[in-house]
């Protein structure tokens, strides 16, 4: 068969091939925005060391400072706290002191609101209200050791751990 033969028929077998089909979808996207929430940072007070001598009977004992940070924070105008860990024996407004080694005796701890006063923050507080402003917030509290009246003290090592819950709103 000559050249131009087979050209007339490749052209012809190409002509009869039948065209692609076009066809259509709708691509649906879908999603959903969730409440804002904030980063809460892991906090830690570290009381001083104190001699039990210099411990008050009955009072709250060489308080410190600290908070509670929010960073990071999207639409969110509050956080609401609630607090769980294991309270003192004998004593609900206050927590056990729960050191795993070398743990002192007759010592418990307290944990405060804010920078002064004397609202007690304790096992299953909840409903705790903290102002979000722009990214960020701070809800400031204070810890100290607590010795009750008559209490036999022992030295050791003192620590609680608290879970801090923060929903936001």
């Given at each position: 068969m000559n050249l131009f033969k087979r050209v007339t028929l490749c052209t012809a077998l190409l002509a009869?091939?039948?065209?692609a089909l076009a066809d259509?979808?709708?691509?649906?996207?879908s999603g959903r925005v969730l409440p804002g929430t904030c980063t809460l940072v892991d906090a830690s007070i570290a009381l001083d060391p104190?001699?039990?001598?210099?411990?008050?009977?009955g009072a709250d004992s060489h308080i410190k400072a600290g908070a509670l940070a929010f960073n990071g924070c999207v639409g969110v105008s509050k956080a609401v706290l609630s607090?769980?860990?294991?309270?003192a024996d004998g004593d609900a407004e206050r927590w056990k002191n729960t050191a795993a080694?070398?743990?002192a005796g007759g010592v418990s701890i307290s944990l405060l609101a804010g920078t002064t006063g004397t609202t007690y923050l304790k096992d299953g507080d909840t409903g705790i209200d903290v102002p979000v402003t722009g990214a960020t917030a701070r809800y400031d509290l204070r810890a100290a050791y607590y010795a009750p009246a008559g209490a036999s003290l022992r030295a050791g090592e003192v620590s609680t751990e608290i879970v801090v819950t923060a929903d936001y709103e």
């Open positions: 009869t091939t039948p065209l259509t979808a709708t691509l649906t996207i104190v001699k039990a001598s210099d411990l008050t009977s607090f769980a860990g294991t309270a080694t070398d743990p």
